[in-house]
């Protein structure tokens, strides 16, 4: 083989590899861009009985089927937020703060919104259990 035959090789196998690569990039763009379209979050600000944000609030996120729980604490601001939640999938968001809660609200797999809005106010007295 002659120096310009390898050097035509050497690209040919260079342009064959940076081809596959692209390919592979494209094929997990698409994946990452459908698994996005298949998830939502879960947002708000927890309030007391007066209508003050909440700091140190605890906000808990159940996920209904798997029972599995997520938990925030508020800042400053009272706000809390929870991402990459199933679209396909029931949730209950309750906040507690000073042995007061929201009571749970329920996020339906039939609320289609990409972005739940769920403001919750600590204003009912913690049942013991």
Excluded: W
Excluded at 37 to 57: F, H, I, N, Y
Excluded at 63 to 88: A, P, V, W
């Amino acid at each position: 083989m002659t120096k310009g035959q390898t050097r035509i090789a050497c690209s040919l196998c260079f342009l064959a590899l940076t081809a596959a690569i692209q390919c592979q990039a494209q094929d997990e763009d698409k994946k990452s861009k459908k698994e996005e379209a298949t998830l939502r979050q879960v947002q708000g600000t927890v309030v007391d009985s007066e209508g003050k944000p909440v700091v140190g609030a605890v906000v808990q996120l159940k996920d209904i089927r798997t029972l599995q729980m997520r938990s925030y604490i508020t800042k400053e601001n009272g706000e809390y937020h929870f991402s990459s939640l199933k679209m396909d999938d029931d949730y209950e968001v309750e906040a507690r703060n000073r042995n007061m809660t929201s009571g749970a609200k329920k996020i339906s797999i039939f609320d289609t919104r990409k972005v739940v809005i769920e403001n919750l106010k600590t204003d009912k007295p913690e049942k013991k259990q």
